[in-house]
Nanobody, 127 residues
């Protein structure tokens, strides 16, 4: 079982930047599918960005494309989410997620693809 811990959230003004970090322990995640999701109170969890287990270029939700960049450092067992040009509507809790490679018809942009989740980190963007 892999444990995930997010950090780097906080309060920032609109137009500002934050970098979220997701540190993994318990397993090496170099072959895992990895993703970032976010969730506002009372709403469903929303896909933000995802890597496939084979690596490659991450995919992004349209709402963050061009502003957010996901990256992974397998040597550090860590995933990052660089968030630029932040908007008040980006104010939510952000979660990282991981899944070992498996055969499934579930899209990696759907939360059901992932078995392991962090506790989340709050991002607040003031206008």
């Amino acid at each position: 079982q892999v444990q995930l811990v997010e950090s780097g959230g906080g309060l920032v003004q609109a137009g500002g930047s934050l970098r979220l970090t997701c540190s993994a322990s318990g397993r090496t995640i170099s072959t895992y599918g990895l993703a970032w999701f976010r969730q506002a109170p009372g709403k469903e969890r929303e896909f933000v960005a995802a890597f496939s287990w084979s690596g490659g270029i991450p995919s992004y939700a349209d709402s963050v494309k061009g502003r957010f960049t996901a990256s992974r450092d397998n040597a550090k067992n860590t995933v990052y989410l660089q968030m630029n040009s932040l908007k008040p509507e980006d104010t939510v809790v952000y979660y990282c997620a991981a899944s070992p490679p498996r055969s499934t018809s579930i899209s990696r942009t759907h939360e059901d693809y992932y078995a392991n989740w962090g506790q989340g980190t709050q991002v607040t963007v003031s206008s």
